[in-house]
């Protein structure tokens, strides 16, 4: 009596795990678009895989008001706020409040400047997925340009991109190391001459 019930219970059961257990679909993954980024080797030494290039918008989703960012028309000015890196915790796109000073420092650099823009770049340590660290990346260098928006500069003048993990700051395969990866860095950008 005990098998006739267990065989169809456990039937059913698989039956349910394999219609609706077992899909997956990702949720909220930036779509990164096809054909660029560089090459690097694979890990059995027979080609080369293309690594997602880096997601690049800006407000309104990536199109400015006069049209889509073109990092080629400024000259990048990567000193003025190196110093201003803001951090993250882990699996995070939230601003710590010990990060506010950093952000109030390219604030008021955008403010006194008014041909100044800014290059929010989002990165992540090494852990997860290529495409689950764009995805964050993006998510923490829009936390950062809504902190400036907030702290009144204009949105236009505010760019965005992930790198994800591609760009550690720190090369090392621990705590430390990782800390130092999942952050914002802010590039001070100004219109080429003629450009």
């Known amino acids: 009596m005990i098998k006739k019930l267990l065989y169809p219970t456990a039937l ?5 795990l394999a219609t609706t257990g077992c899909r997956h679909r990702p949720v909220g993954v930036t779509p990164i678009p096809p ?8 890990q059995t030494g027979g080609g080369t895989i293309q690594p997602p290039p880096p997601v690049i918008s800006n407000a309104g989703g990536g199109i400015a008001e006069n049209g ?6 400024w000259d990048q000015d990567r000193e003025a706020l190196a110093a201003d890196s803001i951090h993250f915790a882990f699996d995070s796109a ?4 010990s990060e506010t000073a ?16 800014v290059m929010i770049e989002g990165n992540c340590d090494e852990r997860g997925t290529e495409e689950y660290n764009r995805s964050l990346g993006e998510r923490r260098a829009e936390a950062a340009r809504e902190a400036l ?13 992930s790198y994800g ?12 190391a990782w800390s130092k990866n999942r952050r914002d860095d802010f590039v001070l950008l100004h219109p080429k001459t003629g450009a």
């Open 149 to 161: 928006v907030g702290m009144g500069v204009d949105a236009n003048r505010i760019h965005t991109i």
């Open 35 to 42: 054909g660029q980024g560089a090459s690097i080797g694979d």
């Open 68 to 73: 889509p960012f073109d990092p080629s028309k």
């Open 102 to 117: 950093n952000l109030q420092a390219v604030a008021a650099k955008l403010q006194s400047d008014a041909s100044a823009n």
């Open 94 to 97: 939230v601003i710590r409040d």
């Open 12 to 16: 059913a059961l698989v039956a349910i």
């Open 165 to 176: 993990k591609d760009k550690p700051a720190d090369t090392g395969h621990d705590e430390a």
